[in-house]
Structures are given as C-alpha cells and as structure tokens.
C-alpha cells in the first residue's frame, strides 16, 4: 500500500487508468441501457417499470459500496497513517452521496406504480436514507478538515467513517430483518431472482457505472492532490 503514497508515484498511474476506467465504463452503461430499454422483455407483473432496476440496482450496489471505500480509507488513515488514505475518502464521498440520492429517488419512483407511495418507513429505505445523511456529515467534516489546512481528513472524520459503516451489514441484511414493502435479496451467492431475460443487462450497468464510479474517485484524488500542491506553494510564497 505505502508503494503509492507518494503523490508524483500515484499521478503517474491514476492519469492513464482514468481514461481507461471512464470510456469503457460509459460504453457499458449506455450498451446495458439500451439492451434493457429494447431488447428485453417487460415483466409480467411490473410491466416496463421494472427497467429502472438497470439504474436502481447499481446505484444502491455504490451508494453502499462507495461508503465501504471511505471505511477502509478512514481505517488505512488511522492504523497505517497512509498519506493518501484521507485524499480518496473526501473524493469517495461526493459520487457516494448522489448514487445514493439516485438509488432513493429511483427507489422512490420505481414503488410509487408497484407499491402505491412514494415512500415507506421500512427498514431498506429508512436505513439508505441513513446512509445519505452519513454521506453529508463526512463530507462536512471533510471541508472542515480541509478549511483547517489538512491535506486529507482528520482523524475525527475517519473515525465517524468507520462507526458509519456499521450501516452496510444493516443495509444489507435489513430485507431478511423486517418485514417490508421492499423485495427481499434479488441476488445472492446462491445465484437470483432474477428472469435471466432481464438479468444480463444488469451486469453490463453494473460493471459500467463501477468502472465509472473509480474514474470520478481518481479524477477527484487528482484535482484534490492539485489543489493541495497550489496552496502549498501559495502558503511558501505568502511566507517568503
């Protein structure tokens, strides 16, 4: 891990691994968006408001996932003191929060024709809105580390990443937990509930808004390393 804590080490992996990460993860989105949009079938009970799941299922997969990042970040941080550990939670946390506003909202859009409301108080739902509000607070914490000069977080801010990460197993588990309007776990290692029609699609979305996710967390990491190298040497300058 510290093999890519100097700054100038990173940038000259994360430059190329962007492009190569964004263009192939855009392609995947809109091949798997188009394939769900034309070529598979409207399920028998949900008719054509099931495709959303194409944008839904992803977005909730890292909304959960991107949190997880910033846990391990916050833990690098605080165990290994990597200098870069804070740099990739602050540039986790925005893409974080609005795949978890799309996963609600699509959420939200896709229950009101199959369940009757926009909104339920049920454990899935409850607990990722949870998770918004955990996003927002980090990303708080962050500016304000930033504003106090820190390069990545501090260490209350990674501290409050790892108590928020006790969410995830809730989030996960909380169709198995409580009886719910939600649907329980679609898929699992012992394989899904899924038409296989409909199913494929979904892999090519999931994969590509993941490949998307990490060219925008290392497009973050590099304007976040720039922006830290500017003030610097605007603070050498204000002191010479």
């Known amino acids: 891990m510290h093999r890519f804590a ?3 080490r990173f940038l ?3 430059r190329p691994l962007t492009g190569w990460l964004f263009w192939p993860g855009l392609a995947l989105i809109l ?3 188009a394939c769900g949009l034309l070529l598979t079938p409207a399920d028998y009970l949900q008719g054509d408001t099931v495709r959303i799941l194409y944008i839904h299922v992803p977005a909730a997969w890292l909304g959960m996932g991107g949190w997880a990042g910033i846990a391990i970040a916050a833990l690098m941080q ?4 990597h200098p870069l550990a804070g740099v990739a939670g602050r540039a986790i946390a925005a893409p974080g929060a609005l795949f978890t506003a799309i ?3 699509t959420g939200s859009i896709w229950g009101r024709p199959t369940w009757g409301t926009w909104w339920e108080w049920d454990g899935r739902m409850t607990s990722m809105l949870v998770l918004l509000f955990l996003y927002l607070g980090y990303i708080a914490l962050a500016s304000a580390s930033a504003r106090d000069g820190q390069a990545g977080v501090s260490s209350v801010t990674a501290i409050f990443a790892l108590v928020g990460a006790v969410n995830i197993p809730i989030i996960n588990r909380s169709v198995v937990w409580w009886n719910s309007l939600h649907q329980g776990p679609s ?3 012992r394989g899904s509930s899924i038409e296989g029609s409909l199913l494929w ?3 090519l979305t999931l994969l590509g808004f993941s490949l998307w996710f990490g060219a925008i967390v290392l497009m973050r990491m590099r304007a976040i390393l720039a922006q ?3 003030e610097a040497r605007l603070q050498r300058l204000a002191r010479g």
Not at 78 to 81: A, K, Q, S, T
């Open 6 to 8: 100097n700054p100038a």
């Open 12 to 14: 000259k992996i994360a």
């Open 31 to 33: 091949a798997g968006a």
């Open 78 to 81: 605080l165990v290994w003191r």
């Open 103 to 105: 996963c609600l909202a």
């Open 187 to 189: 898929i699992t290692l």
């Open 201 to 203: 699609p979904l892999a």
């Open 228 to 230: 830290n190298k500017v």
